[in-house]
Each structure stands twice: as structure tokens, then as C-alpha cells.
């Protein structure tokens, strides 16, 4: 495995925290392969940013909930809109399809209530494995 390790300002890794990170992978790789420039701004629109705060403001909301979510909801699916409990299910397809018929495409967010408040997500480092000639 190749690592590879990159400095870049403060600032633009302040910017590079409101991108999702697979997205920028994908858009990396199209740019090694067709040699043009990678270009992040295309990443982010302005309702893009406005969804991503209102994820925050949701996830916010859930970790304050979660002692009372877990008393009720222990291992179903919750959907949060403004701060409230708007549907839940055991079932992650069910809840999905009911919140984007009732919401739209309007972010809500769809999380699992476990005993544990935050998700700890590990992401291993994408490596490129050359052919066998």
C-alpha cells in the first residue's frame, strides 16, 4: 500500500470539511484519468451548504435527545425535522420511503437509535493496486 501525504492551508481544509469526502474521491479519480483539473467548487451550491447546516442542527438535536430516544426507540430507525421525532420504524426502507413522500427531497435526518449517541465511522485509505502484466 502506497501512502501519501499532503499539507495544505488551514483554510482549505476548512473548506475540504464541507465536502463529502467520497465525492471528492470520485471527482479525483475522474480528473487523474482524464488529466483535468480537479475542480472542488463544483462540489458545494448554496442549498447544498444549507442542507449540510441542517443535518448539523438535526444531529445536534438527536445527541440531545438520545437518553429519551433510547427509552422509546431503542434499535428503530427515527427521522428528525426540526429538532422533532416526525416517524419512525424498525425498518430503514420503510421510514425512507414514507419521509420522502411526506418530505420530499427536503433533508431529514434518518438515523438508527442505538445505546451508543454518536456514530464512530472509520475510513481507510483508498489505495490503487496495479495490474498484473
Known amino acids: 500500500m502506497t501512502t501519501i501525504t499532503l499539507t495544505i492551508p488551514d483554510e482549505f481544509a476548512r473548506q ?3 465536502f463529502d469526502m467520497v465525492e471528492i474521491l470520485k471527482m479525483g479519480w475522474a480528473s487523474y484519468q482524464t488529466k483535468q483539473p480537479l475542480e472542488l467548487h463544483k462540489l458545494v451550491t448554496p442549498s447544498r451548504q444549507l442542507e449540510r447546516q441542517k443535518i448539523k442542527a438535526e444531529v445536534k438535536a438527536f445527541q440531545a435527545m438520545h437518553a429519551g430516544l433510547v427509552k422509546q426507540y431503542l434499535g ?12 419512525h420504524d424498525s425498518q430503514f426502507e420503510a421510514l425512507h420511503s414514507r419521509i420522502r413522500q411526506r418530505f420530499g427531497a427536503n433533508p431529514i435526518l434518518l438515523r438508527q437509535v442505538t445505546l451508543e449517541a454518536e456514530r464512530i465511522l ?3 485509505s483508498p489505495h490503487l493496486e496495479r495490474g498484473l502484466a
Not at 428503530?76 to 416517524?87: I, T
Request: glycine share 6%; aromatic share 6%.
Open 16 to 18: 475540504l470539511n464541507n
Open 76 to 87: 428503530e430507525y427515527v427521522a428528525l425535522h426540526n429538532g422533532q421525532v416526525v416517524d
Open 122 to 124: 472509520t475510513l481507510r
